[in-house]
């Protein structure tokens, strides 16, 4: 069947057993796998052929996962990593190399700051950041002539602002560059960039995909829809021939469609190893189950949680999409089904000392280097995933040393709020 709907997907997407296979994907761990002729692996690696040779590169689990996030999200092709960071690396060096340049939202989560800003750097990449609130001309300013992709989050970690992804995707193509966006926070639940312009999603799927603290993974979905070969001087890795691939040229052999992927896999899977173990894939696809059931309660827990802090009168600001008056609001209600996410941000009265008194009192909700978990969790930007930022590089990315983090999970709202309000009573 066709056309099914977006909760179904998230059940059956992805993988379909014959009579008397397994009703759940198969972990297949296994690194290699036989052939019966070298002829036949010989076509494999010249991508003459599909099949598996090596689990460095490709594993059925991981590709049964990848299908299934690729349906939810919209998009032609999708491969699985190791890890969120993983998918950032690899979706900007898939496009661009030593002496290139990318222009990206200055409100990103901070471990991909630091990726940006200081390690591919290093690697002879130079990355611009611009505030997501940035008029166009700004944000324009910004692009050179070796600009090869404008990058931001649909929702950011932590400082919650909404990208106006349709703006961004109009910029990016005005400019002939696609857009990419880091979809962890929305979800393809929540959102779909695709829909809104957007060429290239990537997530953490360690985040709510997962949504039990059990598997780290990443992922990068290509719409097909951005055409490579109006660029091939931009864009050679794609567009001419691949020699360490046997001359193979990416977008005439697989097409708009396939070409991002595959090269990613191919040539950037191979050489940098950073693949998604199938048996974590395994956990992910448990958490896509339950994906389209979770996000509304995550969502409806940080409403009711933010609406509480919004009130209280320890509390210095809020920060949430959902929340009427958030700066935020507007964009919300356009690009998310439930106009937020679980995560809710905010400053207590009295700051750094008076954040770190209460997240130190509260009881259900647990201080971990984590988020979007079915268990409510807590974290102090400025002193853990941010800490490597100084205080211009955090005003820019809408992080005051105030910042709490606050993740709900599908406890009940009453019990979260209420432990909020003691562990503020302590203080």
């Not at 995550?298 to 209280?312: D, I, M, P, T, Y």
């Not at 929340?323 to 356009?334: A, I, Q, R, T, V």
């Not at 941000?345 to 988020?371: C, P, Y």
Request: aromatic residues 10%.
């Amino acid at each position: 069947m066709k056309n099914l709907n977006r909760d179904t997907v998230c059940v059956q997407g992805g993988y379909t057993p014959g009579n008397g296979e397994p009703r759940q994907i198969p972990i297949i761990q296994s690194t290699t796998f036989k052939y019966d002729t070298s002829e036949h692996m010989g076509k494999l690696f010249d991508l003459e052929a599909e099949g598996y040779f090596y689990t460095r590169l490709q594993n059925p689990t991981n590709d049964y996962v990848a299908k299934k996030i690729c349906e939810l999200e919209g998009g032609t092709a999708a491969m699985l990593t190791s890890s969120g960071q993983a998918a950032s690396f690899m979706a900007i060096f898939n496009i661009a190399s030593a002496g290139d340049h990318i222009v990206a939202s200055s409100a990103i989560y901070g471990g991909t700051y630091n990726l940006f800003a200081v390690t591919m750097k290093r690697m002879g990449i130079d990355f611009t950041f611009v505030s997501p609130n940035a008029s166009d001309e700004e944000i324009e300013a910004a692009f050179r002539p070796n600009t090869k992709a404008l990058f931001g989050e649909t929702i950011a970690n932590p400082a919650l602002v909404v990208l106006d992804i349709e703006r961004f995707a109009s910029i990016a193509h005005k400019n002939g560059v696609p857009l990419i966006i880091d979809n962890t926070f929305a979800t393809p639940v929540n959102c779909r960039p695709f829909e809104w312009g957007a060429e290239i999603v990537i997530h953490s799927t360690t985040k709510y995909i997962d949504g039990h603290g059990a598997s780290v993974g990443g992922c990068i979905v290509d719409s097909g829809k951005f055409d490579w070969t109006k660029y091939p001087d931009k864009y050679p890795g794609l567009c001419t021939p691949d020699e360490s691939y046997h001359g193979v040229t990416y977008t005439e052999r697989f097409g708009i469609e396939g070409a991002f992927i595959t090269k990613a896999t191919a040539q950037l899977m191979r050489d940098f190893g950073c693949i998604q173990s199938p048996q974590n894939a395994f956990y992910i696809n448990l958490g896509l189950e339950s994906l389209h059931v979770r996000m509304k309660r995550h969502c409806e827990n940080g409403l009711a949680v933010a609406q509480h802090l919004n009130n209280h009168e320890k509390i210095a600001w809020v920060r949430y999409s959902g929340l009427e008056g958030d700066e935020s609001y507007e964009l919300g209600k356009k690009y998310l089904e439930y106009g937020g996410c679980g995560v809710v941000s905010f400053g207590v009265k009295g700051g750094r000392k008076a954040a770190e008194a209460f997240m130190a009192n509260l009881k259900i909700a647990a201080i971990e280097t984590h988020v979007a978990d079915a268990r409510t969790c807590t974290l102090h930007p400025a002193n853990a995933t941010h800490r490597q930022m100084n205080d211009e590089e955090l005003a820019a990315a809408g992080i005051t040393p105030d910042l709490i983090r606050y993740s709900c999970g599908l406890e009940a709202a009453e019990d979260l709020i209420a432990d909020i309000d003691q562990a503020l009573a302590a203080i």
